[in-house]
């Protein structure tokens, strides 16, 4: 299957969104969140759209959907695994190709230059200047803050809201019988949108409502601990140390497969020096994290 561009109206409500958060497996938690010094509401429509798989563009649309800014934020960890690096990037001709009509044919504004954070801590914040037009009369900026989570920590520890979710705790998935995930634990991640990648077979997403495009098909059977789900002929048996849905003991998913997908960077692997490519589950409020 190849990714769409977007995904369907129904979920536009979350795209735009100012303030957008993403957990992974191996503990990093990361947000974006969009505010005026004012301390008014944003005038402006915030997105996220993937650049590349450690990489995102930040789009600020006015009432028209014209891009009046955007930005590339890249995010990397440390040898250690310890710290994070955020550099803001100019979006500049890679974005102008994939989106050429952002703002009405015209450059859309950016970064003059980069911006590099120094290396971030859990908990600390990075903060990225965005300019506005002057005629909404807001200072507005982007905060960025990653938080690192212990192995085995709770969802509630990892921040997430109890209700309407999918949670994956130390998930174990077999294929045709066959272990496809390693052993231990990681951390909880819990969303409104899940994920699991698996080394030489791509992503797997899962929304709790129906996403049109790119296709997803409502063939994942929720029970308890346990998530089934065929695709591509292929059997998956998924089993959670938690219930899987936060609101409901069983239900139905929506699941979508793509062979192609594979993260590039190391802020979704457990050890950040390894060349190794490895499992991971992660839970976020909008599947474009993920989804180009």
Known sequence: MR???????????????????????????????????????????????????????????DQNNLAVYAYELVVTRTPDGQQFRVTAKPATEDFAARFPNADGGKPTPTLSSPLES????????????????????????????????????TAADAGAQPSDQIRFSALKVSVNNQPASPSGAGAVVAGRFAMFYIPGRGGYFFSMELVAQPPFAQVGIVDGKHLK????????DCVSG???????ERGQLWVYHDASYKPAGNWTKSDPESSRDEFFTAAADSMQWWLQ
């Not at 990361?30 to 996220?48: M, Q």
């Not at 789900?229 to 998956?236: G, M």
């Open 242 to 248: 938690a219930a899987i849905l936060t609101h409901s």
């Open 118 to 153: 120094p290396p971030l801590s859990s908990g600390n914040k990075f903060v990225i200047p965005i300019p506005a037009d002057p005629g909404l009369h807001q200072t507005l900026s982007d905060t960025v803050q990653i938080r690192l989570n212990q192995r085995g920590a």
């Open 229 to 236: 789900f065929t695709v591509d002929n292929d059997t998956y």
């Open 3 to 61: 990714i769409a561009a977007c995904l369907l109206a129904a979920v536009a409500s979350i795209v735009a969104q100012v303030s957008s958060n993403v957990a992974l497996s191996n503990g990093v938690q990361l947000s974006i969140d969009a505010r005026a010094e004012e301390g008014t509401p944003v005038a402006l429509k915030a997105s996220l759209e993937p650049a590349s798989g450690d990489s995102f563009y930040r789009i600020f649309r």
